[in-house]
């Protein structure tokens, strides 16, 4: 018999009760809670074997694991079906874990209470999302994969890493108890591979019991009961196993290896979707995800995980990257358009539209009044086939070594999480959606510098039309996006950078959106905090009550008190809302975009989504230089050579 099935007889030695079949005919219940017993026990045990697969973070496992691809939450499901779960903290109350037998709550419609403990709140019945993925997998003799985080301490064993890939599990029951108040469902899992011991058993315990003495007759059954408040199981049901099934097969392998399927000989291997999802390095079985530009190298964690020691693993794997040709990510048949035509778009703001001045660029100028400006120079053909322009350029980003990486962002929901795109930056430090490492200009590659002669070219261009004096860029974020990557809304700072900044497209087609932040769209954040100053931009919500409030305000015809207290009658029973992109570009090889406005970026926010495999953007700035740790300044000089200074042809 497994160790673990007698320690649970042991769970209730604690404090003798002996256990009962319940009415329902498989629970019964004791004084003691198994989950609460456990907690109280210092989890060193040491575990039988390895997990085939671990993971430091809970995004490696997601960009790794075809399986489990939920950011969020303990259950996996797609298509109506469950296809993995994690067990971490909160596992709920009777919670139970041994070799081969998971009981678990069903996640959802639950909140934390102050002591950090997650109580239910809402019913669930047969209609929840989650119960009815389960009891699809049940149906559907789907098998689960099962993964088992640290947080977990339930189970009696020390698992080795902070996310640990159990097995494949076959779903046995689903049902439904009512604690505190409230009904939720509980999921029993079996593992479906009864004749190899688990790795997470305690070391060294005796192998699983042959197949004769197994129980597969005895199928306990389950119903809705009201669940007492203490409670551990039947030994029968937990002893139980569903007969053997061959026809029981899981759909995705539980270790995938994507690495025996990428074809290096293929010219877009490298940068087709599936080439930047995580593999399971062959050495150490970690989940790796891909961060470097040509491929996956096992202890390359820039962020060091908190208790564990440093990683040593010395497996890597870099892609032979073939250059991928301008044909294969721009569909249309001359391959860079001559001259887009303008695609009226009422949901959006239309451009002021100038062939002259900047030909044989196109201009398009969106002004937004009072924050600032957005100009957009289309390329065309004979733009981008001349010598060093942007289909060259295009070619040369990929031959070079530019250094680029995905890095985690700094805020995310689920740590560790890497941006959906690659980054390198040259000149002055600087910080956008993450920090990333700077390199000197005098480190940088030629077309780098010629990139940067374009931006400068058109930053001042498109500030002379504006009358204004623009700063020379000093630093460049250079962007790669593989297919389906993508930057999502963000800003591009307010206070270290100079009003302008200028992005040079090259590759693949791709769609840039503009949209009013939150705040400022709705005149409040979403904790309720007024703006301090509410600049009331055009198609606001409330537009014409929060600028009415604001003029009687500066004329004194109300105090500030009142102001408030009007406002908060305004913005009453009005839930916060996302504004919709005001203006959208569509970005093409060789175009170039220059937004400039020291509000800009306060007020507004932009993303960009690529529609094709193969995709850069090199974004100019000017960084102040007091925002810059002396030492790195130097990094931002540069000097143009003749070849690199851009005209506009
Ligand atoms: O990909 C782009 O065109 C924009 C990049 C961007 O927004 C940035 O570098 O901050
Ligand atoms: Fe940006």
């Known amino acids: 018999m497994p160790a673990k099935r007698k320690r649970a007889i042991r769970a209730n030695e604690a404090k003798p009760v002996k256990a009962r079949r319940t009415s329902g005919g498989g629970i019964a219940r004791s004084e003691v809670s198994e989950s609460a017993l456990v907690t109280a026990r210092k989890l060193t045990i040491p575990v039988d074997g390895e997990p085939p697969a671990w993971a430091n973070y809970r995004s490696e496992l997601g960009d790794t694991l075809p399986w489990f691809r939920a950011v969020q939450g303990g259950i996996y499901h797609k298509d109506g079906l469950c296809w993995g779960v994690l067990l971490d903290a909160d596992s709920g109350d009777r919670c139970y874990i041994d070799e081969e037998v998971i009981i678990t709550r069903i996640g959802g419609g639950c909140t934390k209470d102050k002591d950090g403990k997650l109580t239910r709140v809402k019913n669930q019945d047969t209609n929840d999302t989650m119960v009815k993925s389960l009891l699809n997998s049940m149906e559907q003799k789907l098998p689960v994969g099962i993964i088992i985080g640290q947080g977990n301490t339930v189970l009696e064993t020390k698992v080795p890493h902070p996310f640990n890939v159990m097995a494949y599990f076959r779903v046995s029951h689903v049902w439904f108890e009512r604690c505190d108040g409230k009904i939720g469902a509980k999921v029993r899992f079996e593992k479906l591979d009864l004749t190899s011991k688990s790795w997470w058993a305690v070391k060294g315990s005796s192998p699983p019991p042959p197949r004769e003495e197994r129980d597969f007759k005895n199928r306990p059954e389950v119903e809705r009961l009201e669940a007492p408040a203490i409670l551990t199981y039947d030994q029968r049901f937990l002893d139980y196993r569903l007969h053997p099934d061959d026809t029981v097969q899981p759909h995705h392998s539980l270790i995938p290896d994507l690495l025996s399927t990428l074809n290096e000989d293929d010219s877009d291997v490298s940068t087709i979707r599936v080439a930047w999802k995580g593999v399971v390095c062959p050495q150490c079985r970690k989940c790796i995800s891909r961060k470097l530009w040509r491929g996956w190298k096992c202890s390359d964690d820039t962020t060091p995980t908190p208790g564990h020691p440093h990683h040593t693993c010395t497996f890597q794997k870099m892609l032979r990257m073939h250059p991928v040709p301008l044909r294969s990510v721009i569909d249309s048949l001359e391959i860079s358009p001559q001259k887009r035509a303008l695609i009226p778009d009422k949901t959006v703001m239309t451009p002021h539209v100038d062939d002259v001045s900047l030909a044989p660029y196109r201009m398009l100028v969106y002004t937004l009044p009072g924050v600032g400006h957005i100009t957009h120079l289309v390329s065309n053909r004979t733009i981008n086939s001349r010598p060093d322009g942007p289909d060259i350029m295009f070619q040369q980003l990929q031959q070079v070594e530019l250094g680029l990486r995905r890095f985690p962002l700094d805020q995310s929901v689920v740590d560790g999480t890497l941006t959906a795109h690659f980054a390198v930056n040259y000149g002055m430090p600087y910080k956008y959606v993450v920090?990333?490492?700077?390199?000197?200009?005098?480190?940088?590659?030629?077309?780098?510098?010629?990139?940067?002669?374009?931006?400068?070219?058109?930053?001042?261009?498109?500030?002379?039309?504006?009358?204004?004096?623009?700063?020379?860029?000093?630093?460049?974020?250079?962007?790669g996006y593989f297919e389906g990557m993508k930057i999502g809304y963000h800003d591009d700072g307010e206070s270290s950078l100079g009003p302008t900044i200028a992005t040079l497209s090259l590759g693949a087609q791709s769609t840039m959106l503009i949209r009013m932040k939150s705040v400022y769209f709705n005149g409040r954040s979403k904790n309720n905090i007024f703006l301090a100053e509410d600049p009331v931009l055009p198609g606001c919500a409330f537009e014409i009550e929060r600028q009415n409030l604001k003029t009687r305000m500066h004329n004194r015809d109300i105090t500030h008190e009142i102001y408030d207290k009007e406002l908060k009658e305004v913005l009453k029973g009005h839930k916060c809302s996302v504004a919709k992109p005001c203006i959208k570009l569509q970005l093409n090889h060789g175009d170039l975009v220059v937004m400039h406005g020291e509000n800009l970026q306060k007020y507004y926010e932009h993303s960009v989504i690529p529609e094709n495999k193969l995709r850069f953007a090199l974004t100019a700035r000017h960084i102040k230089a007091d925002h810059v740790d002396p030492k790195d300044i130097r990094k931002g000089n540069f000097t143009l050579s003749g070849d690199q200074v851009y005209n506009g042809h």
């Open 435 to 479: 920090s990333v490492k700077s390199k000197g200009f005098n480190e940088a590659p030629k077309v780098i510098l010629r990139a940067l002669g374009r931006l400068k070219w058109a930053t001042e261009k498109a500030l002379d039309r504006a009358r204004d004096i623009a700063r020379a860029p000093n630093e460049m974020l250079v962007l």
